[in-house]
Structures are given as structure tokens and as C-alpha cells.
């Protein structure tokens, strides 16, 4: 995974862009546009970067990453009681 992902969902999460609605159901900002949110649960996001990777990605057996999905990681790991 690039630096660049993660370092773009440590600043969602430290933006308070990443908001939970239910156990496995976050709300997480666009890091491109403000205006923008994407409904991310542990393994899916509906950004087009995740969209796409399945798209150039496909029957590699890789899993799809985006930096909204590593947000929650990050968002989880920090919110652990
Ligand atoms: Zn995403």
C-alpha cells in the first residue's frame, strides 16, 4: 500500500472526517472534495478509487484498498477500549 494512502486516512481520521453510524457502517469525507462522503463498512467503499481497483485489478486475488478503508482501520485501532 503507497504512504500516500495512509497518510491521507491518518488526516481523515485526525479531521474528524470519519464519523460511525452503526457497528460496521462509517460515514468518511472525500480528502478531494469536502462536499463529498462515501458510507465505508470494514471491506467495501463506494469511492471510485475502490471501484477501480477491481477493475484494473481483477482475478489477481488481491483485495481492494482505498484510503477511506484504511481511515477505519486507523479510526478503530484509536477508538479501542
Ligand atoms: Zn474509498
Do not use: W
Not at 16 to 34: A, C, R, T
Not at 35 to 62: A, I, P, Q, W
Not at 63 to 72: D, F, M, V
Amino acid at each position: 500500500m503507497s504512504t500516500n494512502t495512509i497518510r491521507k486516512a491518518k488526516k481523515l481520521v485526525e479531521t474528524g472526517g470519519v464519523v460511525k453510524i452503526e457497528d460496521d457502517l462509517f460515514q468518511i469525507k472525500s480528502s478531494s472534495d469536502p462536499n463529498t462522503s462515501y458510507f465505508v463498512t470494514s471491506d467495501t467503499c463506494e469511492c471510485l478509487g475502490f471501484k477501480n481497483f477491481y477493475k484494473f485489478h481483477h482475478g489477481k486475488g488481491l483485495k481492494a484498498n482505498c484510503s477511506h478503508l484504511e481511515a477505519i482501520r486507523i479510526f478503530k485501532k484509536e477508538n479501542r477500549s
